[in-house]
């Protein structure tokens, strides 16, 4: 476990530590006789009705419908079966064969939508602002009669800023156009009531809100149809062929449980101390990239002047502090993030960007030592 090595844990947005309400759910079903949920045994209809209990935990904390939700292995899966299999359905109904969306995407996103250029689907990428907003007056002008679907993220994964999901949707739907938000970062970090604001599909992933890694979920709108990319099974209404991974299942609704209970007062506990680091750090002399208000608790993305961030983030790390410099899907690039280029800095600027994400077992005496640790390590990066 992270926390038995006295690691100061800033890396949430990559991925969080397992809650102690997941844990228990998951080794309560290990010793239960929990077959095959497709089987019609005894044994698999008691893994069917814990697979639909989960099912059910996953969609309150979205505020959808349990028979909307579609369970897949994660962010990456979840992203690619809603942003592919929602614009090759959309084409083949109705031959449109735009995709709308930004350079602030996560990974998955974006080679999502390579893929659908190299099948023949033109991109369009909307302009960012120097704080990563995005303009709905840009996206109405954009949106027209060959707009299959909008993808855009409800709160980005490096800069924490949050993103008007209701407005985007309704300019889509005047437009004829389906919408898809990434919402891994936004779920069980803020209010998310899919339903209310009107989207089409949404991707959440349960190791990015205190779940176990490899169990997902895609919200798909009553009534849509999208194309599924694997095939061989029944399962997930043929939507996500492939036996369920039952235990993370299990583990992810009862960490959506949790969440919803202690979304508000975590939010404002967590925020706080985001708020904490980033004006130490400004005192600093640290940048912010991205918003100063209007982001998901926990994000700060800060870079200081002469200061690579990967070697801060070394340093850090020799020190027992663990933050990243980017998507952990991205790790080992040694480009520039896209999106801190796309807020229009030089790719030097950029290469300075480390993300700091904040979670439930942070503490201020944490936030303090990491501020103590830093002008020592900014003098010495420099110094080299």
């Known amino acids: ?66 028979e909307e939700i579609v369970f897949c292995s994660g962010g990456t899966e979840g992203d690619n079966l809603a942003v592919r299999g929602a614009a090759h359905a959309a084409r083949a109904a109705t031959g449109r ?71 985007f949707c309704a300019i889509a739907h005047a437009a004829g156009a389906l919408f898809h938000t990434d919402a891994v970062q936004a779920a069980g970090r803020m209010p998310l009531d899919l339903a209310t604001l009107g989207v089409d599909l949404a991707t959440i992933s349960s190791h990015k809100l205190y779940g176990p890694p490899g169990a997902g979920a895609l919200f798909l709108r009553r009534g849509l149809d999208l194309a599924p990319l694997l095939v061989g099974g029944h399962q997930e209404r043929g939507r ?20 919803g209970g202690e979304l508000a007062a975590s939010a404002a506990r967590i925020g706080a101390l985001r708020d904490r680091l980033e004006a130490g750090a400004i005192a600093l002399g640290a940048r912010r990239f991205g918003p100063e208000v209007g982001r998901v608790p926990g994000t700060a993305n800060l870079g200081f002047a002469g200061v690579d961030g990967e070697l801060l983030m070394m340093n850090l790390d020799l020190a027992g502090v663990a933050v990243s410099t ?38 201020a005496a944490e936030v303090d030592r990491v501020l103590a640790l830093l002008p020592p390590m900014l003098a010495r990066i420099r110094a080299a």
């Open 326 to 363: 980017g998507a952990a899907c991205s790790s080992g690039s040694l480009d520039p993030s896209p999106v801190i280029l796309a807020l229009g800095v030089t790719p030097a600027e950029a290469r300075q960007a480390v993300r700091f994400s904040l979670g439930r077992e942070n503490s």
């Open 1 to 66: 476990m992270l926390r038995s090595c006295d690691v100061i844990y800033l890396d949430h947005n990559a991925t969080t530590l397992l809650h102690p309400a997941a844990r228990a759910a998951m080794a309560a079903a290990q010793g239960e006789p929990l077959g095959n949920p497709s089987s019609l045994h005894g044994p698999g209809r008691a893994a069917r009705d814990a697979l639909e209990r989960a099912r059910g935990e996953v969609a309150r904390l979205c505020g959808v419908r349990g």
């Open 240 to 259: 996500r062929p492939g036996t369920e991974n039952l235990p993370g299942v299990i583990g992810f609704g009862a960490a959506c449980v949790a969440a």
């Open 97 to 167: 064969d735009e995709v709308i969306s930004s350079p602030l995407e996560h990974p998955a996103v974006r080679a999502s939508l390579d893929v659908l250029a190299r099948e023949g689907f033109r991109i369009t990428l909307l302009p960012v602002a120097s704080d990563g907003a995005i303009d709905p007056d840009d996206l109405r002008r954009c949106a027209g009669s060959s707009t299959a679907l909008i993808t855009l993220a409800a709160a980005n994964h490096e800069i924490g800023a949050c993103y008007p999901i209701a407005a």
